[in-house]
């Protein structure tokens, strides 16, 4: 297939998205609800059928020597399967932010000026090899009114094509344009490539994963592009901290699911109680298989950790290892965390007000956290209801993206008769 | 110069600009509203001195042979003078957005979530030859705490230079880094070029301006890039409308100040009435002078006006014409927007309510208006306090941009050692 084949193609996807995008901002909030639990009827009937089909992706991934994290999350099991449903079932529950008037007011010469939250129009979300995504993505687009043109990682094709047809399948049946959801049927680089100028067609550009991939899609997006970047977070204990919760905090920022972007990567500690903390801390780790990466003043309360090199302070993991710096005060530490940090989550430990207040006011994070695991930057845990992911970028939205984000305001104004003077 | 060296100049300024912008978070509210009020004090006191500066850019201008509106725009008169210095003590009186917790629950397991409103950082804004500008835009960003970098029209060099050393000798004298407020120094295309790939120190981009600047900017920027693009906006007037009330706004949008973005530029006229309406509303138009382009059917209401061509449906005319276009129904008014508007401001003049609100919901811009003028999508007239300009971009911020508009929120989380199990 030539080039210019794929320019019409990914050009034909995107205007249809288009033509359906302008369909969806007058569906009641009732059809929208039923298509999602329809789709994850459909889903549970068919899983069989799905699991076939997904064998293929896996079996082929397999052949070309993907480690074995990578095959997990390219796996459809029956949990997932059940996962993907009730997900559905809990966007469908979730109210609909489409039509929401935020606030209303009155102006001098009689005017009534409302903010009322409008879909964003067409979402390209390019992802992993990851399928639960395309029907996570999916609900969360169609609930708030918009279309999307699915990208996922070529390794998960034939899965992610048979969950999209599903979900076609069911807006059909419901007369609801069926281009409203389109997953892209091929795993060509240049394609994705032509897309990225189609700023006429889309609206938006979320792309999750490596370093790599952002930087293309920064780089050639001539519409807006939201990153789900990097998590580099850090917890900083103080010296004025409540050492149990301190300890329990790490911990669970750690070791409760490493391989997520909001754990834990590296861990800050106050040198006056560095002696009394770490080597207890350490022990912990331990138990958890947790590699150590620690500066020249960490290797003297943890001999058996390794010495941290610089790359170490930029490093995430995804990981059961963790770099620790001990700094002498909060400052160094906000400044630690200023040159390292990725600006996702970031945490402090402390008993003290004044220093909790300037941590939460200074550090520039999509999540700042006084005495909590940095694990609560998501959606579901912030109080969002279900995610598309966690922005990293500041412009729109920047933190856990939930229904909401996936909209914008218009203004409306009632009028009557009024004319500028 | 060789292009090297604009690279190194361009990544110097934005380099600063990143420093500045982390000093400018911490900044009280105070301070900031002492700067702007003293910075507005400056200029009158030093007006003589700008308007000579200024004369230069003039006299260059008038060389190169620029139009009346042209040179109008470029001109510092005592007016706009003292127009840039209350617009600066306006400012100051705004609440400051900064720091501002515009939401906050609990969630079920003790934790405080709130979104607190902070800078976006660092702002690049590139303009047209209106030094006023640098003034407007420099004290809106200040205010909301980010470092801007100034890159207006080649022509108002001088004069944006000028001004821009004002803002700067104030902030040193508040001991406020001066590099909050930098305007770029050369009008070279090429630099503006390589700002537009340092999205690592700019966080966002606002081009105003015309049709190639903005895709110039949206081609090359990294970053997220704001558009505050044209405005071919309609007054559509329905046959249920109130006929004295839709003349006195239909001349009011094109008449009252043609040459700005938010003046009607197509009139809809619903087939019932056209008849009736149009060649009064004709003759109110011949006595402001607006050449009328009309569709067939306009031609048989007001034989003097002009056949409209396709172009005159997509023409953002800035000036005394007019298009007008009998339709059948409201659809077709929905239809004919959708097509050729350009999702800045739009306008229906009806009693029918029904109508009226088929039109707010359904039609796709950044102000929607039942029974008032288009010339009311403008950040004080919809009581956002001044603005920077009007997005026509639907992420982050659609419709007038004021203070609010140039912070985000982050997440901010009071816990007391909650975990994540």
Chains 1, 2 share one sequence.
């Not at 897309?195 to 899609?217: A, H, K, N, S, T």
């Not at 939201?226 to 790490?250: F, T």
């Not at 990567?265 to 009394?276: G, M, Q, S, W, Y």
């Not at 941290?308 to 005060?329: F, M, P, Q, R």
Request: glycine share 8%.
């Amino acid at each position: 297939m030539g080039e210019g084949r794929f320019k019409e193609m990914i050009l034909e996807i995107a205007k249809k998205a288009k033509i359906a995008s302008k369909n969806l901002v007058t569906l009641s909030s009732n059809t929208k609800n039923e298509v999602l639990k329809r789709v994850a009827q459909k889903l549970r009937e068919r899983k069989e059928e799905l699991k076939r089909i997904n064998e293929k992706d896996v079996n082929q991934a397999l052949i070309q020597g993907h480690t074995k994290a990578f095959i997990d999350r390219l796996t459809l099991t029956d949990k997932i399967i059940e996962g993907m449903a009730k997900g559905l079932e809990e966007v469908a529950a979730l109210p609909d932010p489409v039509g929401e008037v935020v606030k209303m007011w009155k102006r001098p010469n009689g005017l009534w000026v409302g903010r009322m939250r409008i879909p964003l129009g067409v979402i390209a979300i390019i992802y992993e090899s990851r399928p639960n995504v395309t029907i996570d993505a999916a609900g969360l687009c169609f609930k708030s009114g918009n279309a999307v043109i699915l990208r996922g990682g070529k390794e998960a094709l034939n899965s992610n094509i048979a969950l999209g047809e599903i979900f076609r399948e069911t807006l059909k049946e419901f007369n609801v344009p069926e281009d409203a959801v389109q997953v892209i049927p091929t795993p060509e680089r240049k394609l994705m490539e032509y897309m990225l100028e189609l700023e006429e067609y889309i609206d938006l550009v979320i792309p999750r994963g490596g370093e790599g991939l952002i930087r293309f899609v920064t780089e050639k997006a001539r519409m807006p592009v939201i990153k789900h970047y990097k998590g580099v977070c850090h917890v900083y204990v103080d010296n004025e901290a409540d050492l149990e919760m301190a300890k329990i905090i790490a911990i669970n920022a750690k070791c409760q699911r490493p391989g997520v972007c909001n754990a834990m990567e590296t861990l800050l500690v106050h040198k006056d109680i560095a002696e009394k903390f770490l080597p207890d801390l350490a022990e912990e780790y331990k138990k958890y298989g947790v590699e150590l990466r620690g500066c020249p003043e960490t290797l003297k309360y943890i001999p058996w950790a390794k010495e941290a090199t610089e790359e170490d302070w930029y490093a995430e993991y995804l990981d059961l290892i963790l770099a620790i710096k001990v700094v002498n005060s909060l400052e160094e530490a906000i400044e630690h965390i200023s040159k390292y940090g990725s600006n996702h989550t970031e945490a402090i430990v402390t008993e003290n007000y004044s220093k909790a207040m300037k941590f939460l006011k200074e550090v520039d994070a999509s999540v700042v956290l006084v005495n909590a695991s940095t694990r609560f930057n998501d959606g579901g845990e912030l109080g969002l209801g279900a995610e598309i992911g966690i922005s990293t970028t500041k412009i729109h939205a920047y933190g856990p993206m939930g229904l909401e984000e996936l909209t914008t305001t218009k203004f409306i104004v009632f009028g009557n008769g009024q004319i500028r003077t």
